[in-house]
Every structure is written in structure tokens, then in C-alpha cells.
């Protein structure tokens, strides 16, 4: 026997499904369910060394953004500006060729010297309590992976700084800058200490550096000067292409393809949507139809119950309620005048008023009147074969609480 049957049945199916659903769901967009977070030098970065106001900058004011987990320079080639903020890497690994790579694939390419590293806060995560500076080989070792010979220099945080920014337009404001002294294509913007930006030309062609990533950084962007000396940056960097693409993987933030998500993603996901939603009304249908097959209903039910059922149903069909009343009562009377004994000779008038003195409250003259008023009505008609019923039974056995 099965013990599942009716509504269980179905509560059951609807949790196996939904589970099944969210299993799907889960494996397929696992890493997007969960929003990325980090507190280091990235865009997804709330923290003060952060890049995620530059991002939605960059979003604000009607720039096409692309925060990149793949293929970054295949990404941008020669329809987008690449930008490659703060990478760590070293010079023998993985990291290191994929730098090198994405900077051969793109035609431009904006690459931001790593300059801190932060501490995350344990009561507020995503955020840091402290930052201290890399070490300055750490930041050459960037240079020398592009094969840039360039030496880093720390200004101090008193020694006055001048700049010169004829190509952007704005003067940055960046407290103890780190700056680059060495060959460069053009200067863009430089001090009497050295260069913050500038064209560098690399194994895979010339990239634009900028030494300080203080100039776009969370807290540096909204310093007076630096989101205008930022915008006239990018439109340097970015020449005749319009969007930016802002490379993640050298993060950690990798994501490969997947087919699966693919088929869920506009717009094949339309298509799967409905397969998945035929294959659920195809497993609805066929429920009912596991175990032996219930026996065929027979064509006549037997019984009274049956019959006067039927019956009934033909009478209401043909419209035949007002005989049907009209034989009740005189069914009603006779057994009224058996019950109490009234001669069968006995004129109609004096056995009516037998009958009315017997019952004291409803003549029977009243409910003649009501038969032959009835409407078509099935309701009606009911509510008077039952007015009929209860008169019959008080006439013969009195009315309940009459003495």
C-alpha cells in the first residue's frame, strides 16, 4: 500500500522539487549567489585601499564597464581600454603570464602599481584597521615582469611635491606619492621626484602606468582634485575606445565558463525554462499513474440513493418541479388524514379543516398557494418540498414545544 496519498503525495513532490531546484540553482551560480567580497586592493573592495568607487565612477557617469573574472584582454582587444589595477605578481608564475597576456591581447592598456597592504578589521569585514606599504621590490617586481626598467621612489610625507599635469587637466592631490623615475615613452604627469604617469614601452607594446594607485583608490578619489585628474586620466588612456574593462583574475576572482550556466543565462535560458517547465507538467500528469489502475466506475450505481438521484436529475432536466410539488402535497395530506384517522368520505373542505385544526399554525390552503406560485427555481422548489415535509410531520406528531 502506498503510505503517501492525495495532498501528502503532492507536499512531498513539491519539496522533492523545489530542493532538486535549489541544488541546481546552487551548483550552477554558486560563486553569483554569493556576492564577492574583499578588503584588499580590488574592485569588489569597500575598504579604504579599495577600487570599487572607482568602478561605480566610472559606472555614474555613462561609461561602459566591464568587471572582468575571464579572458580580460580578450575582453577588451581593440574595442575597450584594459585596466589591470594592483597586481602581485612574481616572476616565474601563473599570474605573471596571464598579465603578460591579457596586456598582448588588448590594444590599450592602463596598468596600476600595487602600493599597500591592508589588515581586515575582525568586527567590521571587508573593511581594513590598518595598511602598511610593499615592499618596494614587490612593486619593481611588476615592472620587471612587463620588462619596464623603471626604479620605484617614496616621496616623504613632508617634502613638498609639484605637479605637472598638462595631458590630464587636473593636479592630483596624493599625500607622500610613490613615483617613478626611469625611461619613459612621454610623462603625462611628473614631479621634480619623478614620474606618476606615464607611457612605458614593454615586451608586448606600450602600456600606460600610473605609480600611485592613491589617485583611484577609495580614499583617494575623494580627494579635491583626484576624480577630476582621474577622468582626464582615462580619457587619455582610453583614446578613441569607449568601455573599460577592469581585469579581476590577477585577484584571485577567476571564473571559468560553464555550459551549464550558460543554459540558464538569457538568452537559452528561455529554453530551458520551458523544457524544465514541460518536463514538470509531463511528471504532473503521469503521478496519478503508477500502481495498478483503478477499476473502470460502472455505468449505473446501485441503491436507492442512486436511483432517487437519477430520478431527480430528470425531473429538474425536464422542468418538471411544479408536478413533482404538486404530488408531494397530495402524497403529504393523504398520509395525514390516515394518520389521524379522518374518513376517506369526508368532504375536501372539512378533512382540510381537520387537518388546519390539527396543526394550528400553517393552513393547508397557504402551502396550495406556495406550490402553485413556485418558481423555476431549483432552490425554491427544494425550500418548499421542505416546508411541506415539516408540516406533514407536526400534523401527525405535533409540533415541538405545543401542549
Given at each position: 500500500m502506498n503510505?503517501?496519498?492525495?495532498?501528502?503525495?503532492?507536499?512531498?513532490?513539491?519539496?522533492?522539487g523545489v530542493s532538486f531546484l535549489a541544488l541546481l540553482l546552487w551548483w550552477v551560480f554558486g560563486n553569483e549567489l554569493v556576492p564577492a567580497s574583499s578588503s584588499a586592493s580590488d574592485s569588489?573592495?569597500?575598504?579604504?585601499?579599495?577600487?570599487?568607487?572607482?568602478?561605480?565612477?566610472?559606472?555614474?557617469?555613462?561609461?561602459?564597464?566591464?568587471?572582468?573574472?575571464?579572458n580580460s584582454g580578450g575582453k577588451a582587444r581593440d574595442s575597450a581600454l584594459l585596466v589591470v589595477a594592483e597586481p602581485k605578481v612574481g616572476r616565474n608564475d601563473t599570474r605573471l603570464r596571464m598579465l603578460l597576456s591579457m596586456i598582448g591581447q588588448a590594444e590599450?592598456?592602463?596598468?596600476?602599481?600595487?602600493?599597500?597592504?591592508?589588515?581586515?578589521?575582525?568586527?567590521q569585514p571587508g573593511f581594513i584597521e590598518a595598511a602598511e606599504p610593499l615592499e618596494p621590490w614587490e612593486v619593481e617586481a611588476v615592472l620587471?615582469?612587463?620588462?619596464?626598467?623603471?626604479?620605484?621612489?617614496?616621496?616623504?610625507?613632508d617634502e613638498p611635491v609639484s605637479w605637472r599635469s598638462g595631458e590630464i587637466g587636473a593636479t592630483p592631490d596624493i599625500r607622500a606619492p610613490q613615483v617613478l623615475r626611469g625611461r619613459f615613452g612621454s610623462r603625462c604627469v611628473w614631479c621634480a621626484q619623478g614620474v606618476l604617469l606615464g607611457y612605458v614601452d614593454t615586451s608586448r607594446g606600450s602600456v600606460l602606468v600610473l605609480?600611485?594607485?592613491?589617485?583611484?583608490?577609495?580614499?583617494?578619489?575623494?580627494?579635491?582634485?583626484?576624480?577630476?585628474?582621474v577622468m582626464g586620466m582615462l580619457d587619455l588612456a582610453r583614446g578613441d575606445q569607449d568601455a573599460v574593462v577592469i581585469d579581476e583574475t590577477l585577484h584571485g576572482f577567476g571564473k571559468e565558463p560553464s555550459l551549464f550556466r550558460s543554459l540558464f543565462e538569457f538568452p537559452l535560458g528561455l529554453a530551458t525554462i520551458q523544457a524544465l517547465l514541460a518536463t514538470a507538467v509531463l511528471l504532473w500528469a503521469a503521478m496519478g499513474r503508477f500502481g495498478a489502475p483503478h477499476p473502470p466506475a460502472p455505468p449505473l450505481e446501485a441503491g436507492k440513493k442512486a436511483l432517487i438521484g437519477n430520478i431527480a436529475a430528470l425531473l429538474a432536466y425536464g422542468g418538471h418541479g411544479a408536478h413533482a410539488l404538486r404530488r408531494y402535497l397530495d402524497g403529504a395530506v393523504a398520509e395525514?388524514?390516515?394518520?389521524?384517522?379522518?374518513?376517506?368520505?369526508?368532504?375536501?373542505?372539512?378533512?382540510?379543516?381537520?387537518?388546519?385544526?390539527?396543526?394550528?399554525?400553517?393552513?393547508?390552503?397557504?402551502?396550495?398557494?406556495?406550490?402553485?406560485?413556485?418558481?423555476?427555481?431549483?432552490?425554491?422548489?427544494?425550500?418548499?418540498?421542505?416546508?411541506?415535509?415539516?408540516?406533514?410531520?407536526?400534523?401527525?406528531r405535533g409540533r415541538v414545544g405545543h401542549p
Open positions: 503510505p503517501l496519498r492525495g495532498r501528502a503525495a503532492v507536499v512531498v513532490t513539491a519539496v522533492a569588489f573592495s569597500r575598504s579604504a585601499i579599495g577600487h570599487r568607487a572607482f568602478a561605480e565612477l566610472l559606472r555614474e557617469i555613462g561609461v561602459p564597464t566591464v568587471v572582468s573574472r575571464f590599450r592598456t592602463l596598468l596600476v602599481l600595487p602600493k599597500w597592504r591592508g589588515t581586515e578589521s575582525e568586527e620587471a615582469a612587463v620588462g619596464a626598467d623603471l626604479s620605484l621612489v617614496r616621496v616623504a610625507p605609480s600611485d594607485p592613491d589617485l583611484l583608490s577609495n580614499h583617494g578619489i575623494v580627494r579635491p582634485g583626484n576624480a577630476v585628474a395525514a388524514r390516515a394518520a389521524l384517522h379522518i374518513p376517506a368520505g369526508l368532504k375536501a373542505a372539512e378533512a382540510e379543516e381537520r387537518l388546519d385544526r390539527a396543526h394550528g399554525a400553517v393552513r393547508l390552503r397557504d402551502l396550495r398557494v406556495l406550490v402553485n406560485k413556485q418558481s423555476a427555481d431549483r432552490r425554491h422548489i427544494l425550500a418548499i418540498a421542505r416546508r411541506i415535509h415539516r408540516w406533514r410531520e407536526e400534523t401527525i
